[in-house]
Nanobody, 118 residues
């Protein structure tokens, strides 16, 4: 079973930056996608960014140009660099994985809270 452990959340002012990390451990899926999801107060859960087995990265429109997804393969760690934060980025952020990026995740981390003040 894949295990995902997020870290790096916290509070920041609008315009600031945070970097989230996700340590991936356990038996890997042969073909996989790693992705960040988030759920803000009163909002539905949404996908933020993902990277597939071919290292193709996608972002949801609201974070394009502000967030950067990267993966350290030797460390098996996924990162989400978040710049120019806005209050709309306030959410619980979850690291997830699934066999392909087009399906719902089957493994979730415990989540890390990001709060952005105006």
């Amino acid at each position: 079973q894949v295990q995902l452990a997020e870290s790096g959340g916290g509070s920041e002012q609008a315009g600031g930056s945070l970097r989230l990390s996700c340590a991936v451990s356990g038996p890997g899926q042969r073909t996989y996608c790693l992705a960040w999801f988030r759920q803000g107060p009163g909002k539905e859960r949404e996908g933020v960014a993902s990277i597939d087995n071919y290292r193709r990265i996608t972002y949801t429109d609201s974070v394009k140009g502000r967030f950067t997804l990267s993966q350290d393969y030797p460390k098996n760690t996924l990162y989400l660099q978040m710049d120019n934060l806005t209050p709309d980025d306030t959410a619980m952020y979850y690291c997830t994985t699934m066999r392909v990026c087009q399906i719902a995740p089957n493994f979730w981390g415990q989540g890390t809270q990001v709060t952005v003040a105006a």
